[in-house]
């Protein structure tokens, strides 16, 4: 890469740097904000001007950089006619906006915002004119929507601003992506992203399948951001934006990208019918459609908007019509329109400015007022108008003589009468903004009294009005830039020339009816516009909104709906997709042959298996009698631990059946607090509903266990069979399964369980300081069926039980790496002891003589779990790594020791913690709750009246 | 034997959807505990049933056993099913004493009404 | 010696299992809670009794490894027994019989379901107070 | 003080032990020893919960007090089975007595209640407020008195005598 | 072995009891403490990050048992990916909770942090799929705890539900695993691969059926139709700053199904064929479809925002469905920006919240520092709607780009162009009504005082400190990161995905077991060796250890 | 002989079970379901026992005494709350 390539990218990184620094010069004032916000301008001029002779000697610039080639995108830059068109357009008109802005904002404008938001946009517009790579385009192409939504946008406080952007996103959003669509599949059918090699395919593109999805999805961007027919509504909306704004954006850049897309596409996908009748057709009627609706807007900048439509349409008809005589004059009309354009919609600016208004029929005579404006204004409105010696004059005199000889379906008089009734409505308009706003009488009731403003206001669309002329005059200064980008545009190097008379042509007898017409429907514009005000038109902003707003209430509807907050229906969605798809799986393949005998049914499991079944029916059956299906639950965890007994488990009924226990200790401490009765509430159809799910549920699951019961397969617990013990040191698998070859999922359950007891208390905590808080305080929920609250008798019993229940967990710990037992089952047997100790003589008493911290509990059974599988480090050896021995030393015969009983201990310690830290946590809600606190082990102690019968006496 | 184990899981597994499928805290909490208790069932199932021959090696002897592994699976999971349904217990206390209802459902009107305390 | 040892504990075991059936049938047959309440903790109590006995002497006797921790169920058993009993009975009371229906105490408190000990029940706890 | 600090509860220090032996089901020299112990040490921990030991007196009228209760036992459930199985609902004549009680040791109490919970027909009920009666129900009696006077005789006058 | 590798797990875990234990009562320690371990959390990542971009897997064999037999953990280019972006993430997340005083809300806020932090990278490091649901859980229930952290009516009940429906994911999770167990006899990821492919598909009813209760089981982790009806709820009423957390853990969803459902179950695998991706690719559709209405129709800031990571989800999910390398290379570079993308929202919008009195998208007058937050909100919504010039824009196109296979083509790419367009008018109503329209609307007087009387959360009028900016900034700024460098990102996942779908190198790194472990196998079957020593055995042929 | 008397046995705490089963369903009283399911408790470990000398094998005898200690504490629980409304207050 060259020393050229290099300015390239610096200058197309420019403003997003130079954005940079409006927000941090507003601080040193408006005037240092303006000039500093220009200067990244400038420089980016300066650049493009030098590299301007190499571009019109015919070379392309170009510039890569590597960014995500998985996707084929590149930073790639290139810069050639019709880049160097629009990229002195973007940046030339940029600086006199910038000039313009810096008068035109008030003072109350957040000026750095605006400075920001207007570089952002620059920089993507120019973006898109120099990208080389249409992914990279892309990146800039939706980078002028959001930019251009916040300057819509940018008067925030105003509805009609925040309506118009969000409007303008959308719908210009809506054709970007569309475009993503379009772009994605022409770059599939070239093979690569490059904008050179897809302009260099136009053949294979035209021939492929693929075509016509890419040239739609292509033109839809297009069509969206110039505003073609139908998607011209948004761009009149979008004039709430400041005025500066609207020239810039709506006028001479933004605009105008969606022509350039189709201008810079062309050699790809351009000269085909369906390219002509689509571009062709719509450029033609967003035209006519364009003007007539220009001449009947009274808000200046809404006539000139609907121009601008107009306007836009007419580069489209050309562009569409896919000749390169249409290209030169599109490209020629491309530069005449942003001229008197800008020119204009300054002029507007400034009327507004002054005399605080943009309605046509409140203004008038204001040529005397403000004179040099009323200059201004009026030369380009010529121009516009296409009024001979202006250069609007010469390119649509260009336009005319293209529509005359162009064909539609045939029919050689549609395209050039319409493009004469489009002149004519033009010519109405430019002439009706021209005499209703600085022609007649001057008035005596301006919301403000105008004057022409300071020179720097004046300055930009005073030089563009001068451009006007000189180009209007001497239209072969602008031939070298038209030839480079018309050439550019059609991919071959044309010659074009510009010249004033043209001699006697179809296009002067058209250009004459449309200036003579204009003029006529100017002087009866006044019953026109009773007509027009009269007749029914849909409004498209409201039509815009109202879909918006259906589209949203629809969402909302459907969100809510189907998000209700029913997290029942959500269960049963879940388990009716789990069933349907669980199924639809299983047809999917088959299953072996059976290949296990069925075991034999011993009467006692039959009884056992009755008991179950009438459990879950009594739970289900009682379940709106909380209490009574707490007691049948416990059925339902003697039957399953009396079966895992007889199915050879035994670790498993133990834990089962002490796990039972403290589940339902909680289930009761809940209860304490919920309603005690569940509310008949659902219907019966629900009922059934949810039946019959649960029926299906229940079969699948079911039907899935008796499948892979009667069929073996090879499993790897052969492995932990075999080295149990000489491995692991136990001869009790499942636990040396749970302490070592599987420890590590046991060290996730413990913190599982650790964290529950966090996780209560915490919530306890919220809940006290909560507004539950005080309502626990005020609402009483002691039964109270009974005056006696600790019972001698238990708490005598208790005594006595509570060191043997300790004996047994102490017991269960130490032999459960060879027999059934083991850290967690010993740690929910002496939880379970605690329990008995805290019901019989409550809590305050029993917690006062308690000298552990549970949370301390949890804390170090995690750490001792940790560590002790951290410690395998030391040896070398993998986390969990563990090891065992033996000790013989008499009188103990042999004593065996494994890292893993530690590991059980951080088990043991962290279970015990964690249940009793949920115990304390629900127990200290009930305190809370105004219960009161016993200071005594039991109610009362008989020995008691004998010492107060002796000390009486 | 399978045909009873299946059975019983089909029978806990569809009470305790049945019950899920209520509209208060607290028989979703029965609900869950019959799954748990269903589900443990069923990965217990998954190894060979079978009867006297717990994995409890015999030093001396050269015993069959059967398979420890799903044994130590359900053992992790009823652990921490408990801790799961211990958690749910709590924070339906806290919703019923926060909110007033135990209602699982939360309807439009729950969600648009701040009903201060009572 | 060994067909000693085998009668002896089959007739344990069909004690045991009279017993057992007898308790848990009580608890269908009698008429109210408080005559059921009689049936299992007498029955079961020595069935479990027999039962656990039984075992005992099985493995002492028959497999020849001497065996006494079944002695320890029985002792959790014979503690407990009485305390749920208790508990039921209390519970029985406290929601189906007034005070008028049964005997008074003939002493200066009453029944301990319905009135409170000597003393009252407790304190306030700190966190009633507010923190 | 030291020695009570350390061996709160000797008895239950004892009975841990053979409880221990029992759970592992082996007398040998190590268990004894791991017994002795946990028999020591799980009462420290567990003192607290346990504040007053009481006393015991006549260790052999405790001896002689359980044989006692075990044959009545005996005899309850043979009589309760029978009523149970044979006697017709209609013919069961059920009664509350109240015991007022001379014990006032918990201990002894709750001893006393648990008896009459596992002998012959009656179930301790509950205890009065300040725990100086017994409210028992009786299965089956024609006589209410005669079994409140044979609680007390039987079991209130040698429980009197251990813990008293 | 690398010891590293069980770090992210150890270091929360050892740090979360000190925190939440000792630590408990001085809130400036526990801060310093909870801090200080996330940063070193993300410095081990990078190492481990490092580590595996050279393209070895390393495997770490806990206790020393060898695979499949024992618990291994497995360190590749994924899982190293995801505990680096979990540890950015929770960085950010940390730093923001503390500087906006959400930690001190409520107790234990720190130690169900690390706790979380611990569950997710275990689950992102295990081999073992019994294992990947014990971290699950670990990683859920800590995230019940954070959820209802500091409690609040709203908050309690959504949570209940939030519970509720993980507990039925969970039971399903293990329902899934016992068939998986009873059909195939093993739990090793790399074991399952292995067995699979003996499987012929007219005897895998089981596993398929395995196969697809575990899809679901993650689908409801990720937010799936028609299993995603949670999650709107759950994040919309969890406390802003864990919802952002929260981004990571729809993340674990999609994580599992990469992992499982191409290595085990992947399309080439007769027993189980494209039934995975049939079907993900029909639930991803829909779900863009409900995240993109979501966002138009919401009422509320919050339920927008969780609605917009729905979609995110769904876009994500349609990429991973296709289970090609392309497209899964665009599925990793999408899940890390979309899970700083809905950070950064979260992130923003607390700052927003708690600034007013609820987050009802009516308009309230303007906050303090309104432009601030809303060139915030800007940022993080067109990272999120998949505006240029941040990461959300590539990754749409990746995805798009790599979503072209017949009767995928049309629905993919009309589900992800109208969603972003619905989402993007969405957005900009939202932010229209918090941002611009609120400069213009004053509240009469007495009607505040009211309202902020019955709020249980209370409003602050303070202005953000730089630090309480800082993290949502970080967020966004990873997004212009993952952009501006996406180039070399996409080379990395490129070779990961290429990892991914490589189902032999993962089975012969994780099967291959050195010399030297325990147990010395008294072989465990007939053939003489015990499990697979290398690649050659692990590719191919069976492993039928005929008992 | 044993055998004989082990299912003579086993049959009586198996019919048994039923009798509980049914008081528990039936009630009427909430006291009367407790102490159908206490029964149950017990009945369930004389069956544990009875299957252990069935099996010639003392491994389940942990599991009969572990029921009886959590029996007797559901059994309390379940009275105190219908007693005090708190179970351990
Ligand atoms: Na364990
Ligand atoms: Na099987």
């Not at chain 1, 500093?36 to 002779?53: E, N, R, S, Y």
């Not at chain 1, 879940?574 to 075991?599: C, D, H, I, K, Q």
């Not at chain 4, 032990?17 to 040490?41: D, P, R, S, Y």
């Not at chain 5, 601030?372 to 940022?379: K, N, T």
Request: proline share 5%; hydrophobic share 55%.
């Amino acid at each position: 890469m060259g020393d050229g390539s290099n300015l390239l990218v610096i200058m197309a990184l420019l403003p997003f740097v130079g954005a940079l620094v409006p927000g941090w010069m507003i601080r040193a004032g408006r005037n240092a904000c303006a000039t500093f916000t220009a200067i990244p301008t400038i420089l980016a001029l300066v650049m493009l001007g030098l590299l301007a002779p190499d571009v019109m000697a015919g070379e392309v610039i170009q510039a890569e950089f590597s960014w995500l080639p998985q996707l084929g995108l590149s930073a790639s830059f290139f810069l050639d006619g019709l880049g160097l068109l629009f990229a002195g357009m973007i940046l030339g008109v940029g600086l006199l906006i910038i000039l313009y802005a810096r008068f035109y904002l008030s003072g109350e404008d957040p000026m750095g915002q605006f400075y920001t938001y207007l570089l952002l946009f620059q920089g993507a517009m120019l973006g898109i004119v120099l990208s080389d790579n249409i992914l990279l385009l892309l990146v800039f192409w939706e980078l002028t929507s959001l930019s251009s939504f916040l300057l819509i946008g940018y008067w925030k406080h105003l509805p009609e601003g925040r309506q118009g952007a969000r409007m303008a996103l959308a719908v210009t959003g809506a054709g970007g992506l569309a475009m993503i669509g379009g772009m994605l599949i022409l770059g599939n059918i070239v093979g690569s992203y490059n904008l050179t090699d897809i302009l260099a395919s136009g053949d294979l593109i035209q021939s492929s399948d693929w075509y016509v999805p890419a040239l739609v999805l292509i033109l839809l961007g297009a069509f969206t951001k110039s505003a073609q027919f139908p998607f011209h509504f948004w761009l009149p909306h979008a004039m709430a934006a400041p005025t500066p704004v609207s020239a810039y954006l709506h006028s001479a850049t933004m605009v105008k990208a969606g022509v350039f897309l189709m201008a810079r596409m062309w050699p790809a996908l351009a000269g085909t019918e369906i390219w002509f009748y689509i571009v062709a057709s719509v450029g033609l009627i967003t035209m006519v459609l364009g003007a007539v609706i220009a001449l009947f807007k009274d808000d200046l900048k809404a006539l000139l908007a609907f121009s601008t439509v107009s306007h836009l349409g007419l580069l489209t008809m050309l562009l569409g019509f896919g000749t390169p005589a249409a290209a030169v004059a599109a490209v020629f009309h491309i530069i005449n329109h942003l001229t008197f354009k800008a020119a204009l919609f300054m002029t507007a600016g400034i009327v507004d400015h002054e005399a605080h208004t943009r309605d046509i029929k409140r203004l008038g005579g204001l040529a005397r007022l403000m004179p040099i404006t009323a200059t201004i204004g009026t030369i380009a409105a010529l121009s516009m108008a296409g009024i001979p010696l202006f250069n609007g004059f010469l390119s649509k005199e260009m336009m005319l003589e293209e529509a005359s000889h162009t064909y539609w379906f045939e029919n050689p008089w549609i395209v050039p009468a319409l493009a004469t009734l489009g002149a004519l409505f033009s010519v109405a308009y430019s002439l009706r903004f021209i005499f209703h706003t600085f022609g007649g009488p001057v008035r005596d009731d301006y919301p403000h009294k105008p004057h022409d403003p300071p020179f720097g206001m004046y300055a930009a669309p005073a030089l563009l009005a001068v451009l006007v002329v000189l180009i209007g005059l001497m239209p072969f200064l602008a031939e070298p830039l038209v030839t480079v980008a018309a050439s550019a545009v059609a991919g071959e190097a044309l010659h074009p020339h510009l010249k004033i008379w043209h001699g006697v042509t179809p296009a002067l007898f058209m250009s004459l009816a449309a200036i003579g017409g204009g003029i006529v429907f100017l002087l009866i514009h006044r019953p026109l516009d009773r007509v027009w005000l009269a007749a029914p038109r849909p409004e498209a902003k409201a039509i815009f909104e109202w879909i918006v707003e259906k589209l949203a209430a629809l969402s909302r509807w459907i969100t809510e709906i189907s998000h209700n907050g029913a997290i029942s229906r959500y269960v049963a969605i879940f388990t009716v997709a789990s069933v349907a798809l669980g199924f639809a799986a299983y047809s999917g393949g088959g299953v072996g042959p059976e290949t296990r005998a069925m075991l034999p049914i011993p009467p006692l499991v039959g009884v056992g298996w009755f008991a179950l079944v009438c459990g879950v029916g009594a739970v289900v059956v009682f379940h709106r009698t909380r209490f009574r299906a707490l007691v049948v639950l416990s059925i339902i965890g003697l039957m399953i631990s009396a079966g895992f007994v007889y199915l050879s488990a035994p670790d498993l009924a133990l834990t089962q059946i002490s796990v039972e226990t403290v589940t339902i200790m909680l289930l009761l401490l809940a209860l304490h607090f919920i309603p005690k009765e569940t509310p008949k509430e659902s219907s019966g159809l629900l009922r059934a509903r949810d039946g019959v799910i649960a029926a299906v549920a229940g079969l699948g699951t079911g039907a899935l266990a008796y499948t892979f019961m009667l069929r073996d397969v090879d499993t790897i617990s052969g492995f932990h069979l075999d080295n149990s013990y000489e491995g692991g040191g136990g001869s009790n698998v499942v636990n040396v399964i749970l302490v070592d070859f599987r420890g590590y999922d046991t060290y996730g359950e413990i913190i599982v369980l650790g964290i529950a007891g966090l996780i209560i208390y915490a919530l306890m905590t919220a809940l006290l300081n909560g507004p539950a808080g005080r309502k626990l305080r005020n609402t009483d929920f002691t039964r109270d069926l009974s005056r006696d609250r600790h019972p001698l008798m238990m708490v005598v019993a208790t005594r006595v039980m509570m060191p043997i229940a300790v004996m047994v967990g102490i017991y269960i710990f130490l032999r459960g790496h060879n027999y059934p037992g083991g850290g967690f089952v010993a740690g929910l047997v002496i939880a379970i002891a605690l329990l008995m100790q805290y019901m019989a003589s409550g809590f305050a008493w029993t917690q006062m003589r308690q000298r552990i911290q549970y949370h301390a509990m949890i804390g170090f059974g995690v750490v001792i779990a940790g560590l002790t599988g951290a410690g395998a480090w030391l040896a070398g050896k993998p986390f969990l790594t563990s090891a065992y021995g033996y000790i013989h030393r008499p009188p103990i015969e042999e004593f065996e020791w494994a890292t893993a009983l530690f590991f059980d201990l951080g088990v043991f310690l962290t279970v015990l913690g964690a249940v009793m830290l949920m115990l304390y946590s629900l127990s200290r809600i009930a305190r809370y709750a105004g219960q009161q606190v016993n200071l005594e082990p039991m109610d009362y102690d008989p020995a008691d009246r004998v010492k107060k019968r002796e000390g009486s006496e | 034997m399978e045909l009873v184990v299946a059975s019983a899981i089909g029978v806990l597994t569809a009470g305790g959807v049945y019950l899920v499928l209520r509209l208060r805290a607290f028989p979703v909490i029965l609900g869950l505990s019959l799954l748990s208790y269903a589900v443990n069932v069923f990965i217990f199932a998954s190894g060979q049933l079978a009867v006297n021959l717990p994995p409890i090696l015999d030093k001396y002897g050269d015993a069959s056993y059967t398979d420890p592994l799903p044994q130590a699976l359900v053992l992790t999971a009823i652990v921490i099913s408990f801790g799961m349904t211990a958690v749910l217990v709590m924070i339906a206390i806290g919703a019923f004493l926060d909110s007033g209802t135990d209602k699982v459902n939360i309807s439009r009107e729950d969600r648009d009404v701040e009903d201060p305390v009572k | 010696m060994e067909q000693f040892a085998e009668i002896l504990i089959s007739a344990f075991l069909v004690i045991a299992g009279i017993f057992g059936l007898a308790g848990s049938y009580g608890l269908v047959k009698l008429r109210d809670t408080m005559q059921r309440l009689h049936a299992p903790t007498k029955a079961t109590t020595l069935g479990v009794g027999g039962v656990l006995i039984a075992s005992m002497l099985y493995f002492g006797l028959i497999r020849q490894s001497l065996s006494f921790h079944e002695l320890l169920i029985s002792i959790f058993l014979f503690l407990t027994a009485p305390i749920t009993a208790n508990f039921i009975a209390k519970t029985f009371l406290a929601q189906n019989v007034k005070p008028e229906d049964i005997p008074e105490t003939d002493r200066a408190y009453g029944w301990a379901v319905y009135e409170d000990p000597p003393g009252g029940t407790g304190v306030e706890h700190e966190d009633q107070r507010g923190e | 003080m030291l020695a009570r600090r350390l061996v709160p509860h000797p008895i239950i220090s004892v009975l841990l032990l053979i409880v221990w032996i029992m759970l592992v089901n082996k007398v040998t020299v190590g268990n004894l020893l791991l017994g002795a112990i946990f028999g020591l040490a799980v009462p420290v921990i567990t003192a607290p919960y346990w504040p007053d030991r009481p006393t015991v007196h006549r260790p052999f009228k405790v001896l002689e007090y359980i044989l006692i209760v075990l044959w009545d036992i005996i005899v309850a459930n043979v009589e309760v089975a029978l009523i149970i199985l044979f006697k017709p609902n209609k013919k069961i004549e059920s009664h509350w007595i109240n015991v007022p009680l001379e014990l006032t040791s918990a201990e002894a109490i709750t001893v006393l209640a648990g008896t009459i919970t596992m002998t012959p027909g009656t179930v301790s009920a509950m205890l009065s407020a300040d725990g100086g009666n017994i409210l028992v129900h009786c299965l089956d009696t024609d006589d209410p008195d005669s079994v409140r006077a044979d609680i007390k005789q039987r079991y209130e006058r040698r429980l009197k005598e251990i813990f008293q | 072995m690398n010891h590293w590798i069980i770090a992210p797990i150890i270091l929360p875990a050892l740090l979360a009891p000190i925190l939440g234990y000792v630590m408990r009562h001085d809130v400036t320690i526990a801060r310093i403490g909870s801090i200080a371990g996330s940063v070193a959390m993300v410095a081990i990542a990078a190492g481990l990050f490092v580590t595996a971009a050279g393209g070895d897997i390393s495997v770490y064999r806990l206790g020393d048992w060898p695979a499949p037999f024992g618990i291994v953990l497995v360190l590749d280019r994924l899982s190293a990916l995801m505990v680096l972006l979990t540890s950015v993430l929770a960085l950010i997340v940390l730093i923001h909770a503390v500087a906006t005083n959400w930690d001190a809300k409520g107790v234990h806020f720190h130690a169900l942090f690390q706790f979380q932090l611990m569950g997710i990278a275990g689950a992102f490091l295990t081999g073992d799929v019994f294992n990947l649901f014990v971290f699950f859980e670990v990683l859920l229930i800590a995230s019940y705890g954070l959820m209802i952290h500091s409690g609040g009516r709203a908050r309690m009940r959504a949570g209940l539900q939030y519970v509720v429906m993980n507990l039925a994911g969970s039971t399903l999770f293990l329902f899934a695993l016992g068939t998986l167990y009873a059909s195939t006899g093993t739990l090793n990821i790399a074991d399952l691969a292995v067995r699979l492919q003996e499987i012929p598909v007219e005897e895998a009813g089981l596993v398929r059926v395995a196969a697809m209760l575990l899809m679901i089981v993650f689908a409801v982790k990720a937010a799936l139709f028609p299993v995603q009806f949670w999650l709107p709820g759950a994040y919309s009423n969890a406390p802003a700053p864990v919802a952002a957390l929260f981004a990571i853990m729809t993340k674990v969803g999609a994580y599992a199904i990469l992992r499982i459902h191409n290595v085990v179950f992947g399309p080439d695998i007769e027993a189980t064929g494209d039934m995975a991706g049939l079907w993900l690719f029909a639930a991803a559709i829909v779900t863009v479809a409900i995240g993109a209405m979501g966002v138009l129709g919401a009422r509320r800031l919050m339920p927008l925002i969780a609605f917009s990571v729905l979609g995110s989800m769904g876009t994500l999910m349609l990429a991973i469905a296709a289970f090609t390398p392309g497209a899964t290379t665009a599925a990793l570079y999408y899940l890390v920006h979309s899970t700083f993308a809905a950070a950064a929202l979260f992130l923003i919008a607390d700052l927003v919240i708690t600034r007013r009195p609820g987050d009802t998208l009516t308009t309230l007058p303007a906050t303090v520092q309104n432009g601030l937050f809303a060139a915030l909100f800007f940022g993080a919504a067109i990272g999120m709607a998949g505006m240029p010039p941040l990461s959300g824009f590539l990754g749409k196109l990746f995805v798009l780009e790599n979503l072209r296979a017949p009767g995928q083509m049309a629905w993919a790419w009309s589900a992800i162009l109208i969603g972003s367009l619905v989402t993007i008018v969405g957005f900009a109503r939202a932010g229209s009504a918090l941002f611009w329209k609120s400069t213009a609307f004053v509240l009469p007087e007495n009607t505040i005082t009211e309202s902020e009387e019955d709020e249980e959360v209370p409003i602050t009028h303070e202005p953000a400190r730089a630090w309480e900016v800082a993290p949502t900034m970080a967020a966004i700024g990873a997004l212009a990161a993952l952009s501006i460098f996406a180039g070399p990102a996409a080379r990395y996942l490129e070779a990961t995905s290429d990892q991914i779908i490589d189902r032999t190198g993962y089975v012969a790194a994780v099967l291959s077991n050195p010399d030297g472990l325990k147990p010395y196998p008294k072989s465990h079957g007939d053939e003489e060796a015990g499990y697979g020593e290398d690649a050659a055995k692990a590719e191919g042929h069976t492993t039928e250890e005929a008992h | 002989m044993i055998e004989m008397a082990l299912i003579f046995a086993m049959a009586c705490y198996g019919a048994g079970l039923f009798f509980n089963l049914w008081r528990i369903l039936r009630g009427p009283q909430a006291a009367d379901r407790i102490l159908a399911l206490d029964t149950m408790v017990i009945n369930a470990i004389a069956l544990l026992i009875l299957y252990g000398i069935k099996a010639n094998t003392a491994t389940y005898y942990e599991a009969a005494m572990l029921v009886a200690m959590v029996g007797f504490v559901s059994t309390v629980a379940y009275c105190r709350f219908l007693l005090r409304g708190d179970i351990i207050e």
